[in-house]
């Protein structure tokens, strides 16, 4: 029993202190001690220490191990070894209120702050709004395009005499409002005439919208397989048809059937100038009814705008639109010293073009941009669809049918079956 209780008595005293006490009270090294304590030469002692060590100790282990653990290891080490053990990743002890219902409040709402990110570059993407402009030879249709450039998109000004146009030709311009981008395309496309007749102009209008949806597709494909490519929208999202009164003519009603079904219709009532007021509202009832009656679908323009913006389509100084008048004109008319307008010089006075009294061009011009944009690129989608339908039912390849080759064919029957009369004559 006496040895069981020496043996629990530290061999240090009875004032021996743990390892952790020991290494608290005692005084750091300096670094030059420590520098000096790692350049040490090994000495007899370390070396008949480390002996019984392996040999299993003398009794007296447990005081030599404690000492030679604050000798041997440096305050270093034991930071790098306190360093060195592993942090859970997940604490026993739950955070505050405070702090769980912020993490809630952030896992909750993730979706909408991804989605809030997504809308924001979204926005900052340039808006592409393309828009062709159809109708007969000689109505204004290059003028308006000039016209409607010089407003706001930085175009230089254009020549008040025009050639005609024969062929379609693409001009582009740039507005920039804040954060907004517009990069508005006006195309400009050959009317008919006596000697370009309605179905070659359908035709070549119809080409060109073809290769605009293919073109636009092509570049969806090629951004689902994961190449970078430029969000171009080259799409023609709106058709200005240009109309003469009193009444459409049937060139025109067979035009846009045909057309209604490759892009949306916006009608527009040219040469508005010559018209009186009362003559316009007149001619804008007819064309509606005639549209109706030849189930020719115009641009739900109503829709578009609103509720709120509907009244300024029906209760306008020229009656309900669309269809829109306008006066197409580029030349600058001097009003007074230092002042011009743009529009046409008459004898009984001026008629100006951005005046909403003289005509709906300033009307369509905001309209246009502001509220039928976007309306007409959402509704684009339902015309690439339809035409992407379309020409899926189409064979691939279409077989070329020779004339000389089916002739010859029909030659070589001929003699065949006159060889076989003449040896059944034979036989008998």
Not at 270 to 282: H, L, N, S, V
Not at 343 to 367: A, I, Q
Not at 382 to 394: D, G, I, N
């Amino acid at each position: 029993m006496e040895r069981r209780k020496e043996a629990k008595i530290s061999p240090l005293g009875p004032s021996a202190v743990t390892r952790d006490q020991l290494v608290r009270e005692a005084p750091l090294p300096s670094e030059a001690q420590r520098g000096a304590e790692n350049q040490t030469e090994i000495t007899p002692e370390h070396v008949e220490r480390a002996d019984r060590k392996k040999r299993g100790g003398t009794g007296n282990e447990l005081g030599e191990t404690l000492i030679s653990q604050y000798i041997d290891h440096s305050p270093d080490e034991e930071e790098a070894k306190s360093s060195s053990r592993e942090v859970p990743v997940i604490e026993s002890v739950l955070p505050p209120e405070e702090v769980k219902e912020e993490v809630f409040e952030t896992l909750n709402h993730s979706e909408m702050i991804a989605l809030q990110q997504r809308r924001q570059e979204e926005l900052a993407k340039p808006i592409y709004f393309n828009v062709i402009v159809v109708g007969e030879s000689g109505v204004g249709k290059s003028t308006f395009i000039d016209a409607f450039l010089s407003r706001h998109f930085n175009r230089d000004e254009a020549s008040v005499i025009r050639p005609t146009t024969e062929a379609i030709n693409e001009k582009i311009g740039v507005r920039s409002w804040g954060s907004t981008k517009l990069i508005m395309k006006l195309v400009d496309t050959p009317g008919y005439s006596q000697k370009r007749p309605p179905k070659e102009c359908y035709r070549l209008v119809r080409n060109y919208l073809i290769d605009c949806y293919g073109a636009y597709q092509e570049r969806y494909e090629t951004s689902r397989r994961g190449r970078p490519i430029e969000d171009q929208d080259t799409r023609i999202h709106v058709c200005l048809y240009f109309l003469t009164g009193p009444r459409i003519k049937q060139e025109d009603i067979l035009m846009m059937r045909r057309l209604q079904s490759y892009v949306s219709i916006i009608p527009v009532l040219a040469k508005g100038d010559t018209y009186t007021p009362e003559e316009i509202r007149q001619i804008k009832l007819d064309l509606i009814a005639d549209a109706r009656d030849h189930h020719v679908d115009w641009f739900d323009c109503a829709s578009a705008v609103g509720p709120e913006k509907s009244g300024t389509l029906q209760d306008g100084p020229f009656g309900p639109s669309p269809p829109f008048v306008v006066v197409s004109a580029v030349e600058k008319v001097p009003i007074a010293p230092n002042q011009f307008v743009i529009g046409r010089k008459y004898r009984w006075g001026v008629c100006s073009l951005e005046n909403p009294d003289h005509s709906d061009f300033m009307l369509l011009y905001s309209l246009l941009i502001g509220h039928f944009s976007l309306a007409c690129i959402r509704k684009a989608a339902m015309y690439t669809s339809a035409l992407k339908r379309r020409l899926e039912k189409r064979p691939n390849s279409t077989p070329s049918f020779n004339t000389a080759h089916f002739g010859s064919i029909l030659t070589l029957g001929a003699l065949s079956l006159g060889v076989l009369w003449l040896k059944e004559k034979l036989s008998k």
